[in-house]
Structures are given as C-alpha cells and as structure tokens.
C-alpha cells in the first residue's frame, strides 16, 4: 500500500531531523527524489565526508562520500524506487569519513509517494554496522562502546587508581573441545565471578572475545589492583571445583597505573593490551604491571623486526658478515675463519624506506638473532649467510688454497629447512670443496637430539662437510654427544675457559675434556683468548685450535683479507 504524502514541505521535513537528531545515535534522512534533494542529522556531517547536512545534485554529491565500489548497488536499489518498483529501501553498504576511511553502514527508508503514485521522498535512519557495541548481551555487560562513552566522560588527566585488562588463557581450547555456545557461557560465568571479587566504585566491562576491562579511579593502589587480581583467581578457582573440575581455565592480567595519566583512550587500551600479552608470555595466570621501560624495549623489538624484514626483501641489505680468524695452536697460524652476522640498523627508523643514504648503527646480535629466529627471517638470511660466506672463502682459495670457513646454522633452520640442500646447492654454485665448509651447530639447541637433526647431522658428515659443536662446556649435560655424534670439532665456550684459568678443578675438567675428545678423534678449538698469559696457559693443553681476540675481533671481509689473507704470502693450514 502506498504512503501519500500531502504536500509536506522540506523545511518542515528538515525541522523534524533537528528536532530529533540530538537524541538518537542513528543519522535520520530524506531524499527529496524529484528534485534530488538531500537532508540528514547534522552530526552526520562531523562524522562523514559530507558537503553538509542539506545540498542539491543529490547523487553527484553522494559519489564523494560513498565508497566507490558501492555507489552501483546504491543507485541501483534507488533507480528502482524511482521506477516504482519498491517501496522500501534495505541496503549495506561503505561511506568514507572525514578521513577517507570506508565505515560500514545500513541504510534503511520507507517511499513516501504523492497523490498520483508518484515516489517523492525517501525517509530513514542511517547506522553504523561496524560501531562497537555498547553492551555486550552474552556476558550481560557493558562493552567496548560503553567503555570508550565511560572514557569519554572521565578528566583529561585521570585520577589515582589502575585499570585491569583481564583475558582468559586458551579460551579457543575450550571452545574447540566443547563447543561455542559453552564458551560464551563460560564468558558469562567468568564475568559474574569477576564482578562478585569487584568492590564499590570499580566498573567492569567486556573488551572483545575473552577479555574483560576493570577500572578504578577512586584512588586506590597497585596493591589493591593485585588483591582484586588474586580475588578474582579465587572466584574462578572455587566456581571450577563447584562445577566438579569439567572445565578448569585461568585468567591473566595487565595492570596500569592511572595517576596523573593522560585520558588517551587509543592509547591506554595499547599499554593494557602490551600488558596482558606480557603476562601471558611469562607464563600465564599471572599479573603484569605496565612499565614504560618494558614497553619502549618491545616498541624497539618491533622496530627492528621491521627492519630486519625491510633488508631481506631489498637483497639484504644492512646485512654484513664478518669473520674471525682461527688460529692452530702450534704455529700460532691461520687456519680458517668464523663467519659471523652484522646487521646495521638505520639510525632513523622512519627513514628506513626512502632509499637514501644514512647513518646507520650496528645492533648487538644478541637482539636481532632471537628476532630473527622467532620470526622465521632466519631461514632466508642463513642461507644468504651461507652462500655468501662460501663464496668470499672461494675468492681466498685463490690466493691461498686450503682456506676454510665456518658458518652458524640455527635451531630454526635445521628444524624448519631441508639444510642439506641449501648447503649441497651452496657448494654446487661456488664450486667450493666441502671439506673446506664448516657447519657449528650450537649445544644448547640439542640437548636431546631426535631423528631430524641426527638425519641432517649425518647427511652433513656424508656431504663432506665438518661439522663442529659450538659453545660446548655451558653445560656439562651434553658428553655423551662426543659419543653419539661424533662432531669432527668441538669448540669450548669462553666462560668454560675463563672458569678453568681461575680455578684448579675447572681447568682439569678442561684437561679431561680435550683428553677425552683427542681419544675420540675429535678436535677441539678453544674460544674466548684474549691475552698472552690466557694462551700460554691454554696452549699447555695443546688443543688443536684457538680463537679469540687476542688475534682479532671478527672484522669485515675487506679487512679480513687486507690483515689475514694478504699477509700469509702463500701460508695456509688445515683444520
């Protein structure tokens, strides 16, 4: 049935979106449809990339405000309207906002047709589909739009007190064990034990998925903030054994201090969010109070990733090896050369990307090795490594032929990379002899080798590659490793050495232990030298190799081969 409308004029029309526009969060609308005229709430204009709340040449006004590949079905459903084919209007579809961004809307109208059927307005209510709920009907809690409404009434400089990001450890293992519908009851249940542990003026919200928000402004301390913390585990704990222990969870929490905090909605919930993950990281069903030390030190950790991710794709650059030498011990003479990883940082993290020339700043290993492995960089950049390692080695084969090199090989690789074929191909391409290629494979990393890394273990052997076990002596767990493994060399860790110059029975532990591998056929390479009475006093142990920096510091190949290869006139040496 049609709706006739007698002759309303647009001002009265406009007046009425006005009038009620204030009190709803929805945007009302009339499209004047014969004369292409268009009303809305005046909100809307502050939210949308609107001309203004009323304009002429309605649909060339909407192609600036409407997302691009959704201006069709617009018109589409409207040309329909026009042709009186419909007499509502349903639609989902994208505006931009005032920073171009595509928000998601429904917009809904009822036809208002004249006395001879003719449409003559469109009238509705626009909503954003996407806009964060303002409650939250599973747990029976206010959500995260009532959440950022409560922020938006708190002072700009927020009174003493904390806030509680609480999230529940592994709720995707109980959804997938028993179901969704169970985890949205236990949701339910969490918040009532939350709420029984919350006192007088502590509010709590339900985040997103299985996070909870608890805030405090009413000057109570990070002391208080813990009690609630172990409160609520209480809460959790008892409610677990009432329900016979069918279902037993934790929650963690990061905590953060409000005094004197600046109300920064976007950037609280970032802290509280790094805060949380923090807890969990160590361990879970654990609290974590935010430092900001803490936070800068994981805001550099991403930056570097960043970073690292950067000089992989562009042909890894800020990537440098260098090398130091290995010496044997009789003649003091060079006999191969340990290829380490550099990585230099721009000095100007934004300007990383502008393909100009910067300062740049070397970063410790020790920071951007673990972040290489925990991202997976590792793979590409140890075959880089490899490949390039060989290659300078083949060039000092030139000078000076029986030349070696050793290269690190992650936990990561071997797990993660079929290693016998990126070192097979490796030698293939730089027509570099194998027994010329060592592989140091750290101890730490094998305690208890399985049947992957003894395949890649004895299909290096196989190859004709040496392979050598690194840092052996951090631990005293790993001797039956000489047996087992039969590494062609093993290398002593510096602080076992330091151990056994200082102390009588460290150093004949040492003595037993190259006494032990000499017996085994096994060579060993002490690290970590660094004076001349370090060396004596080593040298009367007579291992077959020693490093460290009483011969140099690792050094790039250029000088490398300016203060080792150049200098040995024709010298070389096995190892």
């Known amino acids: 049935m049609n709706r006739v409308i007698h002759g309303v004029p647009k001002e009265s029309m406009a007046y009425m979106i006005r009038l009620f526009s204030p009190t709803m969060d929805d945007y009302l609308y009339v499209l004047d449809l014969k004369e292409d005229y268009y009303m809305i709430s005046p909100l809307a204009v502050k939210r949308f990339c609107l001309p203004g709340d009323h304009f002429y040449h309605a649909r060339e006004a909407h192609r600036k405000f409407v997302y691009a590949e959704d201006q069709k079905i617009l018109w589409d459903d409207i040309d329909r309207i026009c042709a009186g084919q419909a007499d509502e209007h349903n639609l989902d579809y994208r505006w931009l906002d005032r920073h171009g961004n595509p928000v998601w809307i429904n917009c809904r109208g009822l036809v208002l047709h004249e006395e001879d059927g003719t449409p003559k307005y469109l009238i509705g209510c626009i909503n954003e589909i996407g806009k964060k709920q303002k409650a939250d009907n599973v747990s029976g809690l206010m959500g995260e739009g009532g959440l950022w409404q409560y922020a938006k009434e708190c002072p700009d400089s927020l009174p003493a007190g904390f806030i509680i990001r609480l999230g529940i450890d592994d709720l995707s293992v109980v959804n997938g064990s028993f179901g969704m519908n169970y985890g949205d009851y236990l949701l339910k249940e969490t918040a009532g034990c939350i709420q029984r542990a919350t006192e007088p003026g502590q509010r709590l919200f339900r985040l997103v998925s299985d996070q909870f928000i608890i805030t405090d402004l009413t000057g109570r301390t990070l002391a208080d903030a813990r009690l609630l913390y172990n409160r609520i585990r209480y809460e959790i704990a008892r409610w677990i054994e009432e329900h016979q222990y069918q279902t037993v969870f934790t929650?963690?929490?990061?905590?953060?201090?409000?005094?004197?905090?600046?109300?920064?909605?976007?950037?609280?919930?970032?802290?509280?969010?790094?805060?949380?993950?923090?807890?969990?990281?160590?361990?879970?069903?654990?609290?974590?109070?935010?430092?900001?030390?803490?936070?800068?030190?994981?805001?550099?950790?991403?930056?570097?990733?960043?970073?690292?991710?950067?000089?992989?794709?562009?042909?890894?650059?800020?990537?440098?090896?260098?090398?130091?030498?290995?010496?044997?011990?009789?003649?003091?003479?060079?006999?191969?050369?340990?290829?380490?990883?550099?990585?230099?940082?721009?000095?100007?993290?934004?300007?990383?990307?502008?393909?100009?020339?910067?300062?740049?700043?070397?970063?410790?290993?020790?920071?951007?090795?673990?972040?290489?492995?925990?991202?997976?960089?590792?793979?590409?950049?140890?075959?880089?490594?490899?490949?390039?390692?060989?290659?300078?080695?083949?060039?000092?084969?030139?000078?000076?032929?029986?030349?070696?090199?050793?290269?690190?090989?992650?936990?990561?690789?071997?797990?993660?990379?079929?290693?016998?074929?990126?070192?097979?191909?490796?030698?293939?391409?730089?027509?570099?002899?194998?027994?010329?290629?060592?592989?140091?494979?750290?101890?730490?990393?094998?305690?208890?080798?399985g049947a992957h890394f003894q395949k890649v273990w004895q299909g290096l052997k196989k190859l004709g590659v040496r392979v050598l076990l690194d840092d052996f002596g951090t631990g005293y767990s790993n001797f039956h490793c000489l047996g087992d493994l039969t590494p062609d060399c093993i290398k002593i860790d510096r602080s076992f050495t330091q151990k056994a110059l200082t102390d009588a029975y460290e150093y004949n532990l040492l003595t037993q232990m190259i006494w032990m591998s000499k017996r085994l056929n096994i060579q060993v390479c002490i690290e970590g030298i660094?004076?001349?009475?370090?060396?004596?006093?080593?040298?009367?142990?007579?291992?077959?190799?020693?490093?460290?920096?009483?011969?140099s510091r690792p050094v790039s190949s250029t000088e490398f081969t300016d203060r080792f290869i150049k200098r040995l006139e024709g010298e070389h040496g096995n190892a």
């Open 530 to 551: 660094e004076t001349m009475e370090e060396l004596e006093r080593i040298s009367e142990l007579k291992p077959d190799f020693i490093q460290g920096y009483l011969f």
């Open 251 to 449: 929650v963690s929490a990061g905590i953060i201090d409000t005094k004197d905090r600046i109300n920064d909605y976007d950037q609280i919930l970032k802290f509280l969010e790094f805060a949380l993950n923090e807890a969990k990281r160590e361990g879970k069903n654990e609290c974590y109070f935010f430092r900001q030390e803490d936070y800068r030190a994981w805001v550099r950790r991403q930056k570097l990733r960043k970073q690292l991710l950067h000089a992989v794709n562009h042909d890894f650059r800020g990537f440098e090896i260098y090398y130091q030498p290995v010496m044997n011990t009789g003649e003091h003479r060079l006999v191969s050369a340990e290829a380490l990883m550099r990585f230099f940082a721009p000095a100007d993290p934004d300007g990383e990307e502008t393909g100009t020339t910067q300062e740049t700043v070397m970063v410790s290993p020790a920071e951007f090795i673990p972040i290489l492995e925990e991202s997976g960089l590792i793979i590409p950049v140890g075959r880089w490594l490899i490949r390039t390692a060989a290659s300078v080695c083949k060039e000092w084969q030139k000078e000076h032929p029986g030349m070696r090199v050793q290269v690190n090989l992650s936990y990561v690789q071997v797990a993660k990379t079929n290693v016998l074929r990126d070192v097979h191909e490796v030698l293939k391409e730089t027509v570099l002899q194998p027994e010329y290629l060592g592989v140091e494979l750290t101890e730490s990393g094998y305690l208890e080798p």
